[in-house]
């Protein structure tokens, strides 16, 4: 098995134990949900939204226990802070980060998904995890473009707008608290985000995609994955200057 499939059972096994332990709280949200959707974009680090009430200093020590409990998985740094919680856990020779936000609640209701479509790579038995709705995920993926600069980001646009509409609702709440490359938050209206992603859009090279996504997704994307992009770009730009 290769380093980046031996990093994705680690994630898998995480999300497992996650899911055993904190059913209620834990909402899977990123990039492991769009694999569990098929989506063939690697990733190293898996992120959740815990809906509690509970601090994170409780939460945390629960989940050191929880992975302490597992005899080959070993915490090799761990951060409280108030964006959340970061944990860096390591299993023989490979890494995985783990990052957790704590809230309150989230705007729409999650769901419910099975991890079978990659547990069977695996030969593992599937389970039922929560994850966050879609349409919600999507208008915080949209938000994400607009305060950072990864490609990942823009790659996963492009499968959400294959599987879903973006929550209005969502992206009016992050842009009125958008946070671009770590200033101040500020608000933001939906024409101005529509014209922050026309400007980058126009700036996006293929040796963007190639410097980032390379390794991470089919080598076939490097073809047409630019103008992939582009257009997914171009069409929510539409619609926020629809609003």
């Given at each position: 098995m290769d380093e980046t499939k031996?990093?994705?059972?680690?994630?898998?096994?995480?999300?497992?134990?996650?899911a055993g332990k904190f059913r209620n709280t834990a909402v899977l949200k990123g990039g492991m949900v769009l694999r569990l959707l098929n989506s063939p974009r690697m990733t190293q680090d898996v992120d959740y939204v815990f809906t509690t009430k509970?601090?994170?200093?409780i939460i945390w020590g629960q989940l050191k226990k929880l992975i302490?409990?597992?005899r080959d998985l070993t915490i090799v740094d761990a951060q409280l802070n108030s964006r959340g919680i970061i944990v860096k856990v390591k299993s023989g020779n490979r890494e995985v980060m783990l990052e957790i936000a704590v809230v309150d609640?989230?705007?729409l209701p999650p769901e419910q998904m099975t991890t079978t479509i990659l547990s069977q790579q695996y030969q593992m038995p599937g389970q039922v995890?929560?994850?966050?709705a879609l349409s919600e995920a999507y208008a915080n993926k949209i938000a994400a473009c607009l305060e950072r600069t990864t490609m990942r980001d823009l790659y996963d646009l492009t499968i959400y707008q294959g599987l879903t509409s973006f929550d209005?609702?969502?992206l009016c709440k992050r842009l009125n608290q958008i946070?671009?490359?770590?200033?101040?938050?500020?608000?933001?209206?939906?024409?101005?985000?529509a014209q922050m992603l026309r400007e980058r859009n126009l700036a996006l090279q293929k040796t963007d995609l190639e410097k980032e996504l390379s390794g991470l997704v089919p080598s076939d994307f490097m073809v047409g994955g630019l103008n992939m992009m582009k257009n997914c770009i171009n069409r929510i730009c539409r619609e926020l200057e629809s609003l």
């Open positions: 031996e990093r994705e059972l680690l994630l898998l096994r995480l999300m497992h134990l996650i509970e601090s994170r200093k302490e409990d597992e609640s989230l705007v995890i929560t994850v966050m209005k609702t969502t946070q671009i490359q770590r200033t101040k938050p500020r608000a933001v209206s939906f024409l101005e985000a």
